[in-house]
């Protein structure tokens, strides 16, 4: 059965969010028109990323858990990874807009996107010997500056609480993959180019790329929302 660890994880981080996406109050489904098409471009964009990274070995996938199905280098569990955590992650964005009117961190939005950007772009140029965390740090930066540019701060604030919250999911999730509770790790690195800094069994750079993957998934999400209550008729 170990051979199916990363599929079961997959399938078991879809299964809520999806029985949940017909719920009355949140109503998921009714948003799916915005939300599988950023998902697709988002997908394609990271798969590209991974399967770029799988080649030059900046990490690579254990064997033992996986089923040996693969897309090109990578595992199709890697590749249903990019289609389903969004799926899921975003249901919990809306769970927190429905029950969490108020937006607490707006006034501190701009201050956090800045101070944010400073990081990531002087630890990203400290950086140039580590691919993963070079790219994944000045990636990043540069989705966030897109960001801010199309939408100001109109919803960091809603994605900052979002993505303190979504934590609590990606530390199980990525704990899981990188071996906090099995003999090895699911998906192993190449501790030369990142910056061996680790919480728990995960790498910080992972903290990195779950913040542009979900950025650039909302950013697209809600960007195909606005253009759709735009364009909608009144009354």
């Not at 969010?17 to 948003?31: A, C, D, G, H, Q």
């Not at 990019?82 to 701009?110: G, H, N, W």
């Not at 934590?167 to 501790?191: K, M, Q, S």
């Not at 061996?196 to 999400?221: A, H, K, Q, V």
Request: net charge neutral; hydrophobic share 55%.
């Amino acid at each position: 059965m170990e051979k199916y660890l990363y599929l079961i994880l997959d399938i078991a981080t879809l299964l809520l969010p999806l029985l949940w996406s017909f719920e009355s109050k949140i109503n998921y489904y009714k948003k799916w028109f915005a939300l599988f098409p950023a998902i697709l471009i988002t997908s394609l964009v990271f798969i590209i990323w991974d399967e770029w990274f799988t080649v030059i070995e900046v990490w690579g996938f254990n064997p033992r858990y996986l089923t040996g199905a693969y897309f090109g280098s990578l595992p199709v569990e890697e590749c249903l990874f990019f289609l389903i955590v969004p799926f899921s992650t975003i249901f919990i964005y809306e769970v927190l807009q429905y029950y969490i009117r108020k937006d607490y961190l707006a006034s501190k939005a701009k201050v956090l996107t800045f101070a944010l950007l400073g990081i990531l772009i002087l630890v990203g140029i400290l950086n140039l010997d580590k691919w993963y965390t070079s790219v994944n740090f000045l990636f990043v930066a540069m989705l966030l500056l897109f960001h801010y540019h199309y939408f100001g701060t109109k919803i960091l604030g809603r994605f900052y609480l979002f993505y303190l919250v979504h934590l609590i999911p990606f530390l199980l999730f990525n704990g899981a993959l990188t071996g906090a509770f099995t003999p090895e790790p699911v998906v192993f690195y190449d501790n030369a180019e990142n910056l061996s800094f680790r919480i728990i069994t995960i790498p910080i750079e992972d903290f990195i790329y779950s913040l542009g993957l979900m950025l650039m998934n909302i950013s697209i999400y809600e960007k195909i929302k606005e253009g759709k209550t735009i364009i909608s008729p009144k009354g």
